[in-house]
């Protein structure tokens, strides 16, 4: 099977393209064009800047939680009954910084803002002059109304006046909103030209003032990105870069509650691994330990595995006939053929994870469990596909595991994700302990947890995959 026989129909994905084309909703030329600038800028210089703001914005989060729920500083013990919202915020303020240059504290600002880009994007009651929206609404909005704000500013002719239309009177204002909101940010990166800060809009940026490049047959042509393409990929950076890791953060501390042992091996590795560091966690090393911190990350890759934040991948034929091997056999599929992919159907296979297929188990993924399912495919080689480039987890089957997609399509800010992840899990779990909470005195522990499993399997999927209920959490510092 040629590389290319099953491209992605990016008319899909015309929705996600409201700014302008990007990464995501282009295929050919144009697509290695995008992919040539956005791949560059995810590297390990990004990365540890990710840890560093992640370990940053874990701290001022714990923090947060502390004044607004605890009673007691002394003794810190607190009840979480909605922490979608923090989780959101967390990751949006990782890609602010990581992705886009821009510093967000935490904490919700109760003063005026300044006249500068960084004060835009401060969460606070009020939206700065001129919006309509807060940075963090304008996103919530658009995250959970992208097809009405498409339909209103993507298929609706220019030409009708935007009154005849009031019920798309949100979704007008969401969309200019958060326009001039990228607008804002690629000026500030404009102005920090020649100032390397590592993030991902200054490699756009970048792209912005390129005047050629090889196509590689010798001849030269125009390499710019246009100002809809920079905004266009800066979109796609938004909503991927903090959508699908806050839904896995949020299924990990649910899981992790339910599960106090594998929340005991954690703690363990990270007190074991804290020996050697410094007191203060935000000044941990990225290279030193990030690559020692295995579990964490094996909890990743098996709430993905389980709850894959896009559980469909779409692909088809085009004009052209493909075929494909399967035991032994080929079979053809004729031009013009869609296709989805069923991560559900691969992730709980138990000819490919074994017959504890359908159970929360990270130390499947460990490769210090010589007893694990996957043990077995160890010396394979061509095994280590997305998010599996690790030296320290066992790999399934190649194809397996498609939480970030696979081939040349997949995911490039995969790692920017899983070092966002493996950082809060060190912050919060190094000091906390967490458990269910119940949400009356009458109900019992047998209630509790049959109300979170019906909440884990009732869960739905509009961008991403996501819990729809509310689980309390119960946080309780260790001794």
Same mark, same amino acid.
């Given at each position: 099977?040629?590389?290319?026989?099953?491209?992605?129909?990016?008319?899909?994905?015309?929705?996600?393209?409201?700014?302008?084309?990007?990464?995501?909703?282009?295929?050919?030329?144009?697509?290695?064009?995008?992919?040539?600038?956005?791949?560059?800028?995810?590297?390990?210089?990004?990365?540890?800047?990710?840890?560093?703001?992640?370990? &940053?914005?874990?701290? %001022?989060?714990?923090?947060?939680?502390?004044?607004?729920?605890?009673?007691d500083r002394s003794h810190p013990i607190f009840t979480?009954h909605n922490i979608r919202d923090d989780i959101v915020?967390?990751?949006? #303020?990782?890609?602010?910084?990581?992705?886009?240059?821009?510093?967000?504290?935490?904490?919700?600002?109760?003063?005026?803002?300044?006249?500068?880009?960084?004060?835009?994007?401060?969460?606070?009651?009020?939206?700065?002059?001129?919006?309509?929206?807060?940075?963090? &609404?304008?996103?919530?909005?658009?995250?959970?109304?992208?097809?009405?704000?498409?339909?209103?500013?993507?298929?609706?002719?220019?030409?009708?006046?935007?009154?005849?239309?009031?019920?798309?009177?949100?979704?007008?204002?969401?969309?200019?909103?958060?326009?001039?909101?990228? #607008?804002?940010?690629?000026?500030?990166?404009?102005?920090? %030209?020649?100032?390397?800060?590592?993030?991902?809009?200054?490699?756009?940026?970048?792209?912005?003032?390129?005047?050629?490049?090889?196509?590689?047959?010798?001849?030269?042509?125009?390499?710019?990105?246009?100002?809809?393409?920079? @905004?266009?990929?800066?979109?796609?950076?938004?909503?991927?870069?903090?959508?699908?890791?806050?839904?896995?953060?949020?299924?990990?501390?649910?899981? @992790?509650?339910?599960?106090?042992?594998?929340?005991?091996?954690?703690?363990?590795?990270?007190?074991?691994?804290?020996?050697?560091?410094?007191?203060?966690?935000s000044m941990w090393d990225y290279e030193r330990v990030?690559?020692?911190?295995?579990?964490?990350?094996?909890?990743?890759?098996?709430?993905?595995? @389980?709850?894959?934040?896009?559980?469909?991948?779409?692909?088809?034929?085009?004009?052209?006939?493909? &075929?494909?091997?399967?035991?032994?056999?080929?079979?053809?599929?004729?031009?013009?053929?869609?296709?989805?992919?069923?991560?559900?159907?691969?992730?709980?296979?138990?000819?490919?994870?074994?017959?504890?297929?359908?159970?929360?188990?990270?130390?499947?993924?460990?490769?210090?469990?010589?007893?694990?399912?996957?043990?077995?495919?160890?010396?394979?080689?061509?095994?280590?596909?997305?998010?599996?480039?690790?030296?320290?987890?066992?790999?399934?089957?190649?194809?397996?595991?498609?939480?970030?997609?696979?081939?040349?399509?997949?995911?490039?800010?995969?790692?920017?994700?899983?070092?966002?992840?493996?950082?809060?899990?060190?912050?919060?779990?190094?000091?906390?302990?967490?458990?269910?909470?119940?949400?009356?005195?009458?109900? &019992?522990?047998?209630?509790?947890?049959?109300?979170?499993?019906?909440?884990?399997?009732?869960?739905?999927?509009?961008?991403?995959?996501?819990?729809?209920?509310?689980?309390?959490?119960?946080?309780?510092?260790?001794?």
């Open positions: 099977m040629a590389r290319g026989s099953f491209p992605k129909p990016v008319e899909n994905y015309e929705a996600f393209a409201i700014y302008g084309p990007s990464i995501l909703t282009s295929e050919g030329s144009q697509w290695a064009h995008y992919r040539r600038y956005t791949t560059a800028t995810f590297n390990e210089k990004n990365h540890a800047l990710v840890w560093q703001e992640s370990l &940053s914005q874990g701290l %001022q989060m714990i923090e947060h939680w502390t004044e607004q729920y605890c009673r979480l915020k967390y990751t949006l #303020n990782i890609i602010c910084r990581a992705g886009f240059g821009v510093t967000v504290p935490f904490r919700p600002t109760c003063h005026l803002r300044d006249a500068n880009t960084e004060s835009l994007f401060q969460d606070s009651a009020l939206p700065p002059p001129g919006y309509r929206f807060t940075f963090a &609404s304008v996103m919530e909005y658009i995250s959970t109304s992208v097809l009405t704000v498409f339909l209103a500013n993507g298929l609706l002719p220019r030409w009708i006046p935007r009154s005849l239309v009031p019920f798309f009177k949100n979704d007008f204002i969401a969309y200019d909103d958060l326009r001039a909101y990228l #607008n804002s940010l690629l000026e500030n990166a404009e102005a920090r %030209q020649g100032l390397s800060s590592h993030n991902l809009l200054e490699g756009l940026v970048k792209a912005r003032r390129n005047s050629t490049e090889d196509d590689g047959d010798g001849k030269l042509h125009d390499a710019r990105l246009s100002d809809d393409e920079i @905004l266009g990929n800066l979109y796609i950076f938004l909503i991927a870069g903090h959508e699908t890791t806050s839904t896995t953060l949020r299924f990990a501390l649910v899981l @992790l509650a339910t599960h106090p042992t594998i929340q005991d091996q954690l703690y363990d590795e990270i007190n074991e691994i804290g020996r050697d560091e410094r007191a203060d966690i990030f690559p020692k911190l295995i579990t964490p990350l094996c909890i990743m890759l098996e709430v993905l595995r @389980l709850y894959p934040p896009v559980s469909s991948l779409p692909k088809w034929t085009s004009d052209k006939p493909a &075929s494909i091997s399967y035991a032994d056999q080929q079979y053809y599929i004729p031009p013009s053929t869609q296709i989805s992919l069923d991560s559900n159907a691969l992730h709980y296979n138990e000819e490919y994870w074994g017959d504890d297929a359908a159970e929360f188990d990270p130390t499947r993924w460990d490769k210090r469990n010589r007893n694990s399912f996957l043990a077995q495919n160890d010396g394979t080689e061509g095994l280590s596909g997305p998010g599996l480039e690790h030296e320290t987890i066992h790999k399934p089957v190649r194809g397996a595991f498609l939480p970030f997609s696979d081939g040349v399509r997949a995911c490039v800010g995969r790692k920017f994700a899983q070092v966002e992840f493996v950082a809060a899990l060190v912050v919060i779990f190094r000091e906390y302990r967490v458990s269910l909470a119940k949400i009356s005195p009458e109900e &019992s522990k047998e209630q509790m947890r049959s109300r979170v499993e019906q909440a884990l399997q009732g869960c739905s999927n509009y961008q991403t995959l996501t819990i729809r209920e509310n689980v309390p959490l119960h946080f309780r510092k260790r001794d």
